[in-house]
């Protein structure tokens, strides 16, 4: 019997035989495997991405199946996510500008921190939600913003 490819946390592994699964119900299960068991339940299942989510014990697993088309989508490069590229950062509402936390000529990630607005006494920390560079700062600290106006350019 041929030995199937699986993607467990982000490497790939062989299967092999020997391992024994007993279904409760379609949520819960138990295997055996040299004289343990090991109780186990699906959090999530995508049937679409060939992906299940599973926790055994105290630990979550996400488990895929190697599909016949994932070397030609991998070929392809249609495996890589979408990374936007950052043009400006607007203010989503009105407020004060508390913190700038780049400089121009800085690269910015996905989930990297921008900039601080205070608005209704609270403070928002605004994320890059796309990849740049910072071009220019069009706002200091200490500024009172409406809502759309250009905070930072990229480049």
Excluded at 27 to 32: D, K, L, Q, R, V
Excluded at 47 to 75: A, T
Excluded at 106 to 115: F, K, T
Aim: aromatic residues 6%; contains cysteine; proline residues 2%.
């Amino acid at each position: 019997m041929k030995n199937r490819i699986w993607n467990i946390d982000g490497e790939q592994k062989q299967g092999s035989a020997g391992a024994v699964i007993s279904w409760e119900d379609d949520t819960f299960f138990s295997i055996s495997f040299s004289g343990n068991t090991f109780f186990g339940e699906i959090l999530e299942e995508n049937i679409e991405s060939n992906l299940l989510k599973v926790k055994i014990g105290h630990r979550v697993f996400e488990v895929r199946k190697k599909g016949e088309l994932d070397d030609l989508i991998k070929q392809l490069g249609l495996d890589k996510p979408k990374i936007k590229k950052l043009k400006e950062l607007e203010a989503p509402m009105p407020g004060q500008i508390v913190n700038i936390a780049v400089k121009e000529g800085q690269e910015v990630a996905v989930g990297d921190d921008v900039l601080s607005l205070e608005a209704m006494k609270m403070e928002n920390i605004l994320k890059a939600e796309g990849v740049g560079v910072v071009k220019s700062i069009c706002v200091k600290k200490g500024d009172v913003v409406d809502k759309g106006v250009v905070l930072i350019e990229f480049e």
